[in-house]
């Protein structure tokens, strides 16, 4: 069913009756809906079918001349295509072609060099900074403050050859090996002290004598 048809049997729409009833109560009265034909979006090849159906619809023209298959064959393999034609000079210096209301291009214009303007040449400076002289002034002071004065020859440099104000080298006494003092060791002469003694008496063995019975039994 088309869209035309359908919008037609919907209900027409009629402005609200609330409207000159003031703003408050017209704002609680629900409105008619509106209906619009819906508007489908076609593709490409729907278009160029529609095109070709149209083309074919129409009647041919007295002008339009016939050409066969195999002569459109010969001119797409023999003729240059229009792509690769060159214009005349005259239609290639032209640019593209502007609107009508297209803006004026401005002349490009060699730039003029500004010495910019900035405030650091406005500026004083601050007081608290020392002038030149006055540093000149308190260095030469600083300098006669701390003069240099040279002390006096010391004989002890060549009375001593070369050995004033080096430490006194000191020969190390050689090492003495001592044997080592191990625990074991004082364990061992500790229990042969003992032993020498009689600290700690050795338990001598003795056999029991053998019983009668076992002779009997046998």
């Not at 006669?144 to 080298?169: C, M, T, W």
């Amino acid at each position: 069913e088309s869209p035309g048809k359908f919008s037609r049997k919907l209900r027409s729409y009629n402005a609200p009756a609330a409207q000159n009833k003031g703003p408050l109560k017209a704002a609680h009265q629900p409105t008619t809906t509106q209906p619009k034909p819906f508007k489908f979006q076609q593709t490409a090849a729907q278009t160029a079918d529609k095109e070709n159906s149209s083309a074919a619809s129409r009647p041919p023209t007295a002008a339009a001349k016939y050409v066969s298959a195999a002569e459109h064959l010969r001119k797409f393999h023999s003729a240059t295509p229009d792509r690769f034609r060159t214009l005349p000079r005259s239609e290639l210096n032209k640019g593209p072609i502007q609107p009508k209301n297209a803006p004026v291009k401005a002349v490009a214009r060699v730039t003029i060099p500004v010495t910019p303007k900035l405030s650091s040449k406005t500026r004083t400076p601050p007081t608290t900074v020392e002038s030149q002289a006055a540093k000149a002034e308190k260095e030469a002071e600083e300098m006669k403050l701390h003069q240099f004065k040279a002390k006096k020859f010391d004989p002890r440099i060549v009375s001593e050859n070369g050995s004033y104000g080096l430490p006194k080298r000191t020969t190390p006494k050689t090492t003495v090996p001592v044997p080592l003092r191990l625990q074991t060791s004082k364990r061992c002469e500790s229990r042969a002290g003992k032993d020498s003694h009689g600290m700690t008496p050795v338990k001598q063995f003795r056999a029991q004598p053998i019983p009668d019975d076992m002779f009997d039994h046998a």
